[in-house]
């Protein structure tokens, strides 16, 4: 895969630090039984307009989490040249906690179904997935635009 593409470094980065939100959120929803809600309920939320129900709606609604975290992340890459690359961790984890917190406004205010009323728990997780995401993010976009500037 061309790497030289700022759109695919935002993509991939973007992916792999969905991956690494969805760790933690596995982590709180199963092993620590502590949040209510995957990441993957919200996109089946919006996908289907219901929690998945079997295990092909449960998959497709994580392809799709992940997906949207990958359009985050070309959406980072392209903000990112307009302002220095200095403290570019700190940016990444403002920038992961606005899209969660956007996330969370939009679901309000459409009052989309099973996601009206969250739990300080399920927040408490979210926020930390989104932290985590958006830090994941800036390190690996940083690296992968030193990579192609590099080649």
């Known amino acids: 895969m061309e790497m ?11 992916l792999l630090a969905g991956i690494v939100m969805n760790g933690e959120n596995y982590l709180t929803f199963y092993a620590l039984n ?5 990441h993957l309920d919200w996109a089946a939320a919006l ?9 092909l709606e449960t998959a497709f609604a994580q392809i799709v989490q ?11 890459a392209y903000l990112v040249p307009f302002v220095t690359s200095r403290n570019h961790l700190l940016k990444g ?7 969660w917190w956007v996330a969370y406004a939009l679901t309000i205010m ?12 399920t927040a ?14 800036a390190a690996l976009l940083r690296w992968l635009e030193q990579r192609a500037e590099a080649a």
């Open 124 to 137: 408490v997780s979210n926020v930390i997935g989104a932290s985590l995401y958006g830090l994941v993010l």
């Open 93 to 99: 984890w403002i920038y992961g906690v606005l899209v």
């Open 4 to 14: 030289k593409d700022r759109l695919t470094r935002g993509f991939i980065a973007g």
């Open 110 to 121: 459409f009052r989309l179904p099973g996601l009206v009323t969250i739990t300080l728990e």
């Open 47 to 55: 996908v289907f307009g219901h929690p998945p129900t079997n295990i």
């Open 66 to 76: 992940l997906f949207f975290a990958g359009l985050a992340g070309i959406l980072f």
């Open 34 to 38: 502590f949040a209510d809600l995957r």
